[in-house]
């Protein structure tokens, strides 16, 4: 089974930057999709981004032009760029793998403890 472990949260400025990260285990990774979620206080946890095992991406149309989801097979680790960040960007953010079922992307893995990022206004 793979586990992630998400890093690379922290508080930033509106506006500002971060760059997370996701260490995966398993000899199965370059064949998943993965995904980005988040899960902001006292609500569902949502996709933010997702990419196939040839690199295809899809967004959230929340972080649409604003987040960049990328994957290193080589070092089985996902990456997701955030720029322009909000307030509203505000949460945990884990990594999953993903499959596609029922014309939306599921996880499918086990959780791990996500990584908290704040934006401040």
């Known amino acids: 089974q793979v586990q992630f472990v998400e890093s690379g949260g922290g508080l930033v400025q509106a506006g500002g930057s971060l760059r997370l990260s996701c260490a995966a285990s398993?000899?199965?990774?370059?064949?998943?999709?993965m995904g980005w979620f988040r899960q902001a206080a006292g609500k569902q946890r949502d996709m933010v981004a997702t990419i196939s095992s040839s690199g295809s991406t899809d967004y959230a149309d929340s972080v649409k032009g604003r987040f960049t989801i990328s994957r290193d097979n080589a070092k089985n680790t996902v990456y997701l760029q955030m720029n322009s960040l909000k307030p509203e960007d505000t949460a945990v953010y884990y990594c999953?793998?993903?499959?596609?079922?029922?014309?939306?992307?599921?996880?499918?893995?086990?959780w791990g403890q996500g990584t908290q990022v704040t934006v401040s206004s």
């Open positions: 999953n793998s993903v499959t596609w079922l029922y014309s939306s992307w599921s996880p499918w893995g086990y």
């Open positions: 398993g000899s199965s990774f370059n064949i998943n999709a």
